[in-house]
């Protein structure tokens, strides 16, 4: 069975910097493209970013602006999302998904429950 | 990005029938059969209704079932349950190969 875990989220300063982290298990980490997507409050789900299988080629949405990284490390099968210089507007719910495909096909077919950061003073 | 936009509420009685549709740009889903449907119960893991516009998934009940017409796609649910009382998402490829969520329907039965 698919397991996705995230953590690493919590409350942060405007300006401040994390690191969100998705636990993977259940398939073979690196044979499939992975995904960043968010919630605001009250608002509906964003994409943020893609990962291929084996690292080399990442997507972002245009919105990212530079501020955000995805990486991933087939060892610990494990994915990654820093966001640098937090703004107000990225206080939301960070989901990791699985893609179906190893390049991405863009279908996200298993998701985690979240983890929420909020950037407040 | 480009806006993806499906209806903000949509309801029916037990056992009707309802559909969502969600309306893209020619740079997404007016391009691409590439448009997935999700189902978000706040507080859970969203859930892959359909890829690839019709394709349903192993373990997705049939009463899900999808479509597409120029830049609008469609989810149908047929045979309404209680427990399809959530929030709804249809998602596209786009020509910046990115991925674009509609901006989400609640369905209330």
């Known amino acids: 069975e698919v397991q996705l875990v995230e953590s690493g989220g919590g409350v942060v300063q405007p300006g401040g910097s994390l690191r969100l982290s998705c636990a993977a298990s259940?398939?073979?980490?690196?044979?499939?493209?992975m995904h960043w997507v968010r919630q605001a409050p009250g608002k509906g789900l964003e994409w943020v970013a893609l990962?291929?299988?084996?690292?080399?080629?990442?997507k972002y949405a245009d919105f990212v602006k530079g501020r955000f990284t995805i990486s991933r490390d087939r060892i610990t099968d494990s994915l990654f999302l820093h966001i640098n210089n937090l703004r107000a507007e990225d206080t939301a719910l960070y989901f990791c998904?699985?893609?179906?495909?190893?390049?991405?096909?863009?279908?996200?077919?298993?998701w985690g429950q979240g983890t929420l950061v909020t950037v407040s003073a | 990005q480009s806006a993806v936009t499906q209806p903000a509420s949509v309801s029916g009685s037990l056992g009707q029938s309802i559909t969502i549709s969600c309306t893209g740009t020619?740079?997404?889903?007016?391009?691409?059969?590439?448009v997935s449907w999700y189902q978000h119960h706040p507080g859970k893991a969203p859930k892959l209704l359909i890829s690839?516009?019709?394709n349903r998934p192993s373990g997705v009940s049939s009463r899900f079932s999808g479509s597409k017409s120029g830049r609008t796609a469609s989810l149908t649910i047929s045979g309404l349950q209680p427990e399809d009382e959530a929030d709804y998402y249809c998602?596209?490829?786009?020509?910046?190969?990115?991925?674009?969520f509609g901006t989400g329907t609640k369905v209330t039965v």
């Open positions: 998602s596209s490829y786009t020509s910046s190969s990115t991925l674009v």
């Open positions: 990962i291929s299988g084996d690292g080399e080629d990442t």
């Open positions: 259940g398939f073979t980490f690196g044979a499939f493209a």
């Open positions: 690839d516009v019709s």
């Open positions: 020619s740079s997404d889903v007016g391009y691409y059969n590439y």
């Open positions: 998904a699985k893609d179906s495909g190893d390049y991405g096909d863009y279908v996200c077919d298993s």
